[in-house]
């Protein structure tokens, strides 16, 4: 190496001219060389971490697939529609549906039999497998014979043999079969049916507490914002009446897509003329149920107020179908 100072020849690997002492300077050739060198090295080394990467994944891979390989050979049960299946060696054991019994029974969709003639909605019921129960009640607006509702409603699942309850119209009648009866030789008779709120109408739909008078495709809905806990329906009478019970039907009972989307009533509160205060559960069902009283009160009127509801999957409007004291 050249001293750039004094002109003196110098070994290579010398730092300082051995004549004059001037440090000397590597020539662009020597600096190039080490960065070549260094640019090597380091391609080296990403090389070699992308293998490790790479070979890391692959053994993952392998030993998940082993492992589960290894304990489908072992033998393991899995759940499937109708029965468990259990995988053996390296067969697998395909799974049927039987005919029904306790445990998976077939099922079938409830199709919609409401406003049909009774004769048709029996047949579109036992053609499938269901059977029937024909339920008579009084209807203002659904003809004789024809199906004014039917529980289960529509488009739910149920059982092969299962019993689909059909309420069948006798036509405009001055009294139902299920409203008010005689108790104590004193006519039961409610002359007003008044709430604290009703929904609003909607076309030539209306929700009047005068809906639950009728058992057919109307009802009564609140109308506050939430699920009407607090709201309140009263039947006022002229002259006392002897009351033993009510009977309901819950929620807006006209269809499956009715009933489930609007809230039920869970829990009632009862209030009487003579100050008295009764409290009954209500069944999440949408036919006619029965709510007795463990005495017979005597009463000029029967303030029903909410105190808890079934959620709707839809609206919170809470609605009930049908009411008749007894």
């Excluded at 050739?29 to 080490?34: A, L, R, S």
């Excluded at 033998?75 to 109708?82: A, D, L, M, Q």
């Excluded at 019970?245 to 869970?266: E, H, L, M, P």
């Excluded at 209030?271 to 008295?276: L, R």
Aim: charged letters at 20%.
């Amino acid at each position: 190496m050249r001293c750039p100072k004094c002109g003196t020849e110098n070994a290579a690997d010398m730092n300082f001219c051995k004549k004059c002492g001037n440090r000397l300077v590597a020539s662009d050739k020597n600096t190039e060389t080490q960065k070549g060198k260094s640019k090597k090295w380091l391609w080296i080394i990403l090389i070699l971490i992308f293998v490790l990467i790479i070979s890391g994944v692959v053994y993952f891979v392998f030993f998940r697939y082993n492992n589960a390989l290894e304990k489908n050979e072992n033998g393991i049960t899995r759940n499937s529609v109708s029965q468990t299946t259990t995988i053996e060696s390296t067969t697998i054991v395909p799974t049927t549906i039987t005919e029904p019994t306790t445990q998976g029974m077939l099922q079938i969709v409830i199709p919609d039999v409401v406003g049909l003639d009774i004769n048709d909605a029996k047949s579109s019921l036992t053609n499938i497998g269901l059977k029937c129960d024909i339920k008579y009640d009084s209807s203002r607006s659904v003809p004789k014979d024809y199906v004014v509702s039917q529980f289960p409603v529509s488009g739910r699942e149920t059982n092969k043999g299962e019993t689909i309850i059909l309420y069948v119209s006798k036509g405009n009648e001055e009294e139902s079969t299920v409203s008010y009866t005689k108790v104590n030789s004193n006519s039961m008779y409610f002359n007003s049916i008044t709430a604290s709120s009703t929904l609003s109408p909607e076309g030539d739909f209306s929700y009047g507490a005068e809906n639950l008078r009728y058992n057919d495709s109307t009802c009564w809905c609140e109308g506050v914002t939430g699920r009407g806990n607090g709201e309140y329906i009263t039947f006022s009478s002229n002259e006392l009446q002897s009351v033993s019970g009510i009977q309901i039907i819950n929620g807006y009972a006209k269809s499956t897509t009715s009933y489930y989307d609007n809230s039920r009533v869970k829990k009632i509160q009862f209030e009487f003329s003579d100050g008295s205060l009764v409290t009954k559960d209500i069944s999440d069902f949408g036919t006619l149920q029965k709510v007795s009283f463990e005495k017979t009160i005597n009463t000029t009127y029967i303030k029903m107020t909410i105190l808890d509801t079934y959620s709707g999957d839809l609206y919170d409007d809470t609605c009930i179908s049908y009411i008749s004291p007894y």
